[in-house]
């Protein structure tokens, strides 16, 4: 539904001078004719019964994860966090305060360095609604998009995938500082974070690419969180199904030339582990690796998520 949507809201904007990127990446792309750097800018809404459960879950690490999931959309475009604003439609029956939220926001805002700049506080008789839109930087005009992945590109992931319901999505780190520095020492075609599924979310850049891309589904590093949701009872998954489609892992999907992803892959650079899962190719879609012709495969994942 959001990609339909997407495809026709882009035949029906207007064009702007300003507007290098609109929807359809992790983030919007501004830049100023006189500006040397790119403006980029994200917003994300998460609602209860969707992204969180209020009263089930601690608001402290509500509030954590609407800022968490929009800086991850900032690093998909490596970029620099600057500032944000926050709005917030509190339930009227005070099930949840905006000190509470803010409580988890802040630290997480201090480390990264952003500013908060503004938003909006409201009551209203429904469920807990928050929308945040931060504002990054990308210097020289760097900003990785979806839609630069190649054929004979490799698609690297970081971290571990599946069993987000565990915990990982309020607890994951967005990889700001991992996206920096790997575009800083390496050649990247293509970014996307990990928030609807691995699956889904890699036949996204592939289809924004103009390209199709093969999953090595060994090579896949599957969340100790994803197995022990795979044995529990009644769970009709396997760990690996979890890993390629319960979404919200918040991890990087890159598209990186051969040369370079080989050098990635044999030096570990970073503090998170990097794995080569998968090629992009000319022929496009999303196939599953085999000793013989790759077969399709479904992209699965969540269809309610993502940013325009």
Not at 113 to 142: E, K, M, Q, Y
Not at 283 to 296: N, S, V, Y
């Amino acid at each position: 539904m959001e990609s339909e949507f997407v495809r026709w809201l882009r035949t029906r904007l207007p064009s702007s001078p300003l507007l290098r990127v609109g929807p359809g990446d992790d983030a919007a792309v501004l830049q100023a004719s006189d500006a040397a750097d790119e403006q980029v800018v994200t917003c994300d809404l998460l609602c209860d019964g969707v992204h969180f459960r209020v009263g089930t879950d601690n608001a402290r690490r509500i509030g954590r994860k609407a800022l968490a999931v929009n800086l991850s959309d900032l690093s998909a475009m490596a970029a620099t966090p600057v500032a944000g604003f926050f709005a917030v439609a509190l339930p009227r029956d005070r099930s949840v305060c905006a000190e509470e939220l803010y409580e988890g926001i802040l630290p997480l805002a201090e480390e990264f360095s952003l500013a908060i700049a503004g938003g909006d506080t409201n009551v209203w008789d429904g469920p807990l609604v928050i929308s945040i839109t931060l504002i990054g930087r990308c210097a020289g005009g760097a900003s990785l998009l979806r839609s630069g992945a190649r054929p004979g590109d490799h698609l690297l992931v970081t971290g571990q995938f599946g069993g987000s319901l565990l915990g990982h999505q309020f607890d994951f780190q967005p990889r700001i500082r991992e996206a920096l520095w790997l575009c800083e020492h390496y050649s990247l075609h293509a970014g996307i974070d990990c928030s609807d599924g691995l699956l889904l979310d890699a036949s996204r850049m592939a289809e924004e690419s103009g390209c199709g891309v093969v999953i090595d589904l060994q090579s896949v590093p599957i969340a100790e969180a994803a197995v022990m949701m795979a044995k529990r009872q009644g769970d009709t998954n396997s760990a690996l199904e979890h890993a390629l489609a319960d979404g919200e892992d918040f991890e990087l999907l890159l598209a990186v030339p051969q040369k370079d992803a080989q050098k990635i892959i044999q030096s570990q650079p970073l503090d998170v582990s990097l794995r080569c899962i998968g090629t992009f190719i000319e022929q496009p879609g999303l196939w599953q690796a085999t000793d013989a012709a790759p077969i399709p495969l479904e992209p699965r994942g969540f269809l309610h998520g993502g940013s325009l």
